[in-house]
């Protein structure tokens, strides 16, 4: 049997809101419930029950009589029909003069911010925005770093009731175009700059760009970033107005427009690295209750908590992050490298800070180990209680490390889901061990499983991860897909009426989850279908190796798997490193997961939010073109991989 690495004690499970629901649950029904398992297959066969529960967590707004209209639809189900809220009321339900939110950046900045200034501040913003003809369904858009700003941007947005989206700052003027141009924003917020790794990097000329290419735009707001006791250099920027006019106003409370459950909050985008990006729209009911649900349960979150995540605002967990606002969780904002000025940053803003619950992906933590760091030794981290980790699949190595070397009464929380959904499938449970590898539960009111080729549920092995019934934080659709077509063909083709997430996964004998990668990047040697985090989790197990990225190549009427390394500064691939890799893949999984090729490259393509993206190598590889290389947060990286002599085909 499986050893946990971790597991609650008695009374710390018992003190949870999660077990506290299921008492609740059993005294009400008449159900035993002693373990998630009971609580999670509840939730699945009285979905009106549940999320009518959830909505008792703290929802604030009118409620439904009726919460679930055509549960049979996927799509097509419609929840809370009659129920009415305002994302921002949710979020700005406190008004004293306790700390919200902590703003921090790589350069030692650190702006605290009160509920009641954060409330002041956001009714300011909503009134000038009120005032520009801003309406509902109308689009805000953000170019913004993850700071105060940001945030009181988009709770001004959904207090009226328009939309909002957002991208980091470091986007080109093309990407940029390639998201906003589509949803044609009537106002863009921006900063005049932004920090990365020591540099200051300014925006005036990509805004100057922006503002006469935007469709739709009528007017560019600028907050001062680079140096915040400065006026913004507006120069001849068109439309352009400093953010201190826009809050200099005198409004005290802002509107908190009430709207149907299912009215649009967010636009949030795909990847684009295969096309234009899809612009998936979330809407607000959805979003605030399927956060909610895993904040308060999943993770635990009250107003006695600290909540951070390292996220850009470019990436859906940005959206997740302040959806915390919700539970009285205070947040933690940062902005910048995660290793500037120095690897430990991080690690010294959750000292400071007195974080409960960090943040972060899943190459940080490798990044973290392979840089030799004991942050449970270097730094207090009494406060911390959980920690999670997405992006992409958390090797077991990793899960080691975090035990070994941050600390070992953690609940490690590995989660996955997706900007599709704004949200999770799989994530933490603070009454489960944690066992290496796994990710603890499904989600409740998910109706998460692992299908066949056949389409048939599978236990044990692996396959395509799907969800078989509705649930409230499915996307309202596309953006310009007025009859869906799009939307469907995206998730509901491959098995009609059934979510296909993507994701190559596997429910294990624990009742967890395994992702062995993305479904579209699925190696297949021999007919041997082969997820690249099986391969990625040995290879990293290489002192030598930093990171590493597979793809298969169409070759000699198979596929042949092409491992890519980078090293550690210095080293260079040599025939004894290539053996010690092969024999570890060979050892620690199987001879079909070996590599028919192994080279060295200094870097390797990834997303702004630091996914490795195997598709767009194996485009290079195959002489086909990358139609949107504005997606990636290093698009140069891909000429290392065009014409490499030892890839040419006989």
């Known amino acids: 049997m499986t050893t946990p690495l971790w597991q609650p004690s008695p009374r710390r499970r018992q003190a949870t809101r999660l077990a506290r629901l299921m008492n609740e649950v059993a005294q009400e029904s008449g159900i035993a419930m002693d373990e998630y398992a009971d609580l999670h297959a509840w939730s699945l066969v009285n979905p009106e029950a549940f999320w009518r529960r959830v909505w008792a967590l703290g929802v604030i707004g009118e409620p439904s009589e009726r919460v679930l209209e055509r549960p049979e639809a996927m799509p097509g189900a419609r ?3 009659e129920a009415r809220l305002n994302m921002a009321a949710n979020l700005l339900r406190r008004q004293d003069d306790t700390i919200a939110l902590v703003a921090c950046d790589e350069r030692g900045r650190r702006e605290p911010l009160s509920h009641a200034e954060l409330y002041r501040r956001v009714a300011r913003l909503t009134r000038t925005l009120g005032e520009l003809g801003v309406t509902a369904g109308d689009r ?20 009226l009731g328009a939309i909002w989206s957002s991208c980091s700052p470091d986007f080109g003027v093309q990407g940029v175009l390639d998201r906003f141009g589509q949803i044609a924003p009537r106002v863009l917020i921006a900063a005049d700059g932004y920090y990365w790794n020591g540099k200051a990097i300014p925006l005036h000329d990509k805004l100057t760009e922006l503002a006469g290419q935007l469709p739709g735009l009528e007017r560019l707001i600028v907050f001062p970033f680079l140096d915040p006791q400065a006026a913004p250099e507006l120069g001849a920027i068109p439309g352009a107005m400093a953010w201190s006019k826009a809050l200099d106003n005198q409004a005290s409370d802002p509107p908190f427009t009430l709207l149907p459950f299912d009215h649009p909050l967010y636009v949030l985008y795909s990847s684009g ?3 234009q990006p899809k612009c998936i729209l979330h809407g607000a009911g959805g979003t605030l209750l399927q956060h909610l649900k895993e904040h308060r349960l999943h993770c635990d979150l009250g107003e006695e908590d600290v909540l951070f995540y390292y996220t850009t605002c470019g990436w859906m967990m940005w959206n997740w992050l302040v959806s915390g606002l919700a539970t009285g969780a205070r947040l933690v904002l940062y902005d910048g490298s995660p290793f500037a000025p120095d690897r430990s940053s991080l690690w010294r803003l959750a000292e400071r800070e007195g974080v409960t619950c960090f943040g972060t992906s899943a190459r940080y933590l490798t990044a973290c180990d392979k840089a030799g760091l004991r942050p449970g030794r270097d730094h207090d981290l009494s406060t911390l209680k959980s920690l999670l ?10 899960f080691d490390y975090v035990y070994r070397e941050i600390k070992t009464d953690l609940l490690l929380a590995s989660i996955s889901g997706g900007t599709d959904i704004v949200s999770c499938f799989a994530l933490g449970c603070p009454i489960r061990p944690v066992y290496r590898g796994q990710l603890q539960c499904r989600g409740l009111g998910m109706a998460v499983a692992v299908y066949d080729d056949a389409g048939q549920p599978v236990s044990g092995e692996k396959g395509e991860l799907v969800c078989t019934r509705p649930f409230p934080a499915m996307p309202l659709g596309f953006w310009n897909d007025p009859d869906g077509r799009r939307y469907r063909a995206a998730y509901f083709e491959r098995f009609p009426g059934v979510w296909a997430h993507g994701d190559y996964a596997e429910l294990t004998a624990e009742d967890g989850v395994i992702i062995h990668g993305r479904a579209d990047t699925v190696l297949n040697p021999g007919g041997v279908r082969i997820g690249t985090a099986e391969i990625y989790r040995q290879v990293e197990k290489v002192e030598e190796v930093l990171e590493s990225l597979c793809i298969g190549q ?13 090293l550690r500064d210095g080293l260079v691939l040599d025939e004894a490193l290539c053996r010690r890799i092969r024999e570890t893949i060979r050892t620690h999984a199987t001879p079909r997961h070996v590599p028919a090729k192994i080279l ?5 393509p990834r997303t702004r939010s630091g996914k490795l993206v195997e598709l767009a190598v194996r485009d290079v590889i195959e002489g086909r073109e990358v139609t ?13 991989f065009e014409d490499l002599p030892e890839l040419r085909q006989p």
């Open 140 to 159: 805000v858009a953000g170019l913004v770093p993850n700071s105060e700003h940001a945030l009181i941007a988009m709770l001004a947005s959904a207090s």
């Open 628 to 640: 949107n290389r504005e997606a990636l947060a290093n698009p140069e990286a891909l000429a290392l």
């Open 79 to 81: 929840w809370f029909p």
């Open 273 to 275: 690295t295969t096309g």
């Open 389 to 398: 980790s997405t992006g992409s699949a958390l090797p077991h190595e990793a």
């Open 600 to 604: 060295q490259v200094t870097d390797l």
């Open 554 to 566: 169409q070759w000699q009427d198979d596929v042949r798997v092409v491992l890519f390394v980078r």
